[in-house]
């Protein structure tokens, strides 16, 4: 992806440039779409999870916009998902205004506690932007079983469905693939901008990109708000398509999911976390299914993984996937279909 | 970092700071502490412990007294892991949880020999070994995680550490979490009672012996610790590996050595608050959570990496804790913390201690 804007594109590889996909992650999302008709994936019972896995694919990408661009990690970002989660249930309840209205006012709640926390931690260091959300996250989740007028606490929030229940799942795999592919659209948008280039430049140095004039703060809070709303809006998404909310969605065990899945992917990539969390869940459910006699052994194997990936391979997925491209890079099939 | 270094020393040049000193009283000084930040936290602390005693009763001040010193040594084990290595612990509370979960294993014999054979010597010491094994256990554990995490991150590590060991230690919770609840259950272990005593009263109020001997352990390895850091070589290195590494290096310390003795301190004091606090809190795969949680906040409350600091640090969020908890209810005391922790870093991001212990911040 090295010569992304040196080569003038026409027509249908034009198009394919404004949505920010290569032609071979284009094919990758046309696999997805025609997957739920081919056998071993037509059941509705794997296309739950395969929705699951977009959902939390999505809000990988959303994670690894703060977390790779500019270094920040939200550890509270569960608790910002499950707060658009939240909003958007609750006025959607209240007042029966239309669910993707509703959603915008999650994704909106979400953002302004992103601005909010922003503000106060992302003028120090990193650190304490990680400390922050995570006291944050906590919070939440503790309001939400306290305010029991609010949430019904541990009995869990009934939540309108998109379509009437007992509707096959396929009618929400499109609309999730819809979900997954404006939040890709919005951040590759950004980060291929002025604005993207000075979050890079932050990530990587904070004091040099100080010196050559950005303004560090600012740019941090605009990244981190733009994570955080988009984080509301799958939360939305996730709580009119699961019919029920508890607050057990905001535990910080939720983020270390994201995280370790952004992480496998790749941090700084943002697709790496969306093609990793298939894998993924798939795995976990596996675990989970054929090892119960063995509790909690899926997420003994995510912490090693996590350890290892840290160590041995910061990269993650993204990284092997680019040396194999750049193996293969004089070979011109591969080269067009990854620019 | 550089930064930092040029601030401070255009701040308050060493002469400034004679200068105010020779020029004060002992009555200027002591307002002038009372007026600062630590000052006004630390009076407030106070004054809120006696009003609440008075008007909720004493037991406030016991359970601040019992739990803040245990607090104090978490928070201490992770301050040093941030001045020393730079490693922001979030494993922590499961090095807690190890702590507690070995003195249950060790107590169960020691028990029922107790039982069985009442008023021996080992009613007495019993405890304390199940303590010990707790505290060595947890050092061990700390030494095997240097060694196999940590030092390979650090030969391998590019950029970025602050932020991988962040993420390490995550995961190395999660796999102790999921650990203990594979080998041993997700059941709580815990015991009825360390030392099989009747309550002394002070006060007015009924305390256990347990409590006593945890408050009277965590003051004894607080005194033990300053000894050790200030007094013995061991400490003496650590101390000048935290203050420059490389400058440690240069005058021929053994820098690999005191990341092991750092990491097994630190670990240690966990697994002695762990093992300490057994009959209040029974191991069981999360437990170390809450721990963590306030640990984490006096870190916050007192400044990154300030060791001392964190003595009245733990002091001051048990009280704060207990006040919510008795006059808000249950559950609130993860919600108010927030607050306090959003109001400290608008106004004191460095801690109410204005903390200058060199940290070496690499994002």
């Known amino acids: 992806m090295a010569n992304e804007y040196d080569v003038q594109k026409k027509g249908i590889a034009k198009f394919l440039d404004y949505l920010c996909l290569t032609p071979l992650g284009a094919i990758g999302f046309l696999i997805l779409m025609i997957i739920p008709f081919f056998p071993p994936f037509n059941q509705d019972y794997l296309l739950r999870w395969f929705i699951l896995a977009a959902i939390m694919g999505a809000g990988a990408m959303a994670f690894d916009f703060s977390a790779g661009y500019i270094a920040v990690v939200n550890f509270g970002f569960a608790a910002f998902v499950g707060l658009g989660a939240y909003t958007s249930a609750i006025v959607a309840n209240h007042w029966s205004i239309p669910l993707p209205l509703a959603m915008l006012c999650g994704a909106f709640t979400s953002a302004l506690l992103g601005l909010f926390t922003g503000a106060i931690s992302l003028r120090m260091r990193g650190m304490f932007a990680i400390c922050l959300t995570w006291f944050i996250g906590i919070a939440l989740m503790g309001l939400a079983i306290k305010m029991v007028w609010l949430t019904r606490g541990m009995l869990g929030l009934q939540t309108p469905y998109f379509f009437p229940p007992g509707v096959s799942n396929l009618y929400y795999w499109y609309p999730v693939l819809g979900v997954s592919l404006v939040t890709w659209f919005i951040l590759k948008r950004i980060a291929r901008s002025h604005l993207g280039l000075a979050f890079k430049a932050i990530g990587q140095n904070m004091d040099a990109a100080k010196t050559s004039g950005i303004n560090p703060t600012r740019y941090r809070i605009i990244n981190f708000t733009v994570s955080s709303a988009l984080a509301g809006w799958i939360g939305a998404f996730y709580a009119h398509f699961i019919g029920i909310l508890t607050p057990d969605f905001m535990h910080t065990a939720k983020t270390v999911e994201f995280l370790v899945i952004a992480y496998i992917g790749g941090r700084g990539t943002l697709w790496g976390g969306f093609a990793v969390a298939f894998p993924f869940i798939w795995f976990t459910e596996m675990l989970r299914s054929n090892f119960d006699y063995l509790p909690g052994i899926n997420l003994l194997i995510y912490g090693l993984i996590l350890i290892l990936i840290m160590i041995y391979y910061a990269g993650g997925m993204a990284q092997f996937f680019q040396y194999l491209v750049d193996k293969y890079k004089d070979n011109p099939t591969v080269r067009w279909l990854t620019t | ?363």
Request: hydrophobic residues 55%.
């Open chain 2, 1 to 363: 970092m550089a930064n930092a270094a040029t601030e401070s020393a255009i701040g308050e040049s060493a002469i400034d700071k004679i200068d105010q000193t020779i020029g004060e009283s002992w009555i200027q000084k002591v307002t002038g502490w009372v007026f600062s930040a630590g000052g006004i936290t630390i009076c407030l602390t106070i004054l809120v412990a006696i009003v609440a005693s008075i008007h909720k009763g004493p037991y406030i001040l016991v359970n601040t007294v019992i739990t803040g010193g245990m607090w104090a040594l978490m928070a201490i084990g992770l301050a040093l892991l941030f001045s020393v290595m730079n490693i922001a612990g979030f494993a922590h509370g499961e090095y807690f949880m190890a702590g507690s979960l070995t003195a249950y294993y060790v107590m169960q014999p020691i028990g029922k020999y107790n039982l069985d054979n009442p008023g021996t010597f080992m009613a007495y010491v019993g405890p304390l070994i199940a303590i010990l094994a707790g505290t060595l256990m947890c050092a061990f554990l700390g030494i095997i995680t240097e060694r196999l995490v940590f030092k390979q991150l650090r030969k391998r590590n590019r950029e970025g550490w602050l932020l991988n060991c962040f993420l390490i230690t995550i995961g190395l919770s999660v796999i102790m979490q999921n650990g203990h609840q594979l080998i041993f259950g997700a059941d709580f272990k815990g015991i009825l009672g360390y030392w099989d005593f009747p309550s002394v009263p002070i006060l007015g109020v009924y305390i256990s012996m347990d409590r006593i001997c945890a408050f009277f352990i965590a003051i004894l390895t607080m005194i033990g610790f300053y000894m050790f850091m200030m007094f013995s070589t061991a400490g003496k290195t650590i101390r000048a590996v935290s203050q420059d590494e490389d400058g440690a290096r240069m005058v021929g310390i053994s820098v690999d050595t005191v990341h092991i003795m750092t990491f097994a301190l630190s670990c240690g004091l966990a697994g002695l608050a762990g093992a300490s606090l057994l009959f209040m809190f029974p191991a069981y795969p999360t437990v170390g959570v809450m721990p963590l949680y306030n640990s984490w906040f006096i870190i916050i409350l007192v400044g990154f990496g300030n060791v001392a600091g964190s003595i009245p640090g733990g002091f001051m969020i048990a009280l704060f804790q207990v006040v919510t908890r008795s006059y808000l209810g249950e559950g609130w005391e993860a919600v108010v913390p927030v607050l306090l922790i959003s109001f400290i870093l608008i106004f004191k991001p460095s801690g109410i201690f204005a903390t200058k212990v060199r940290t070496v911040w690499d994002e």
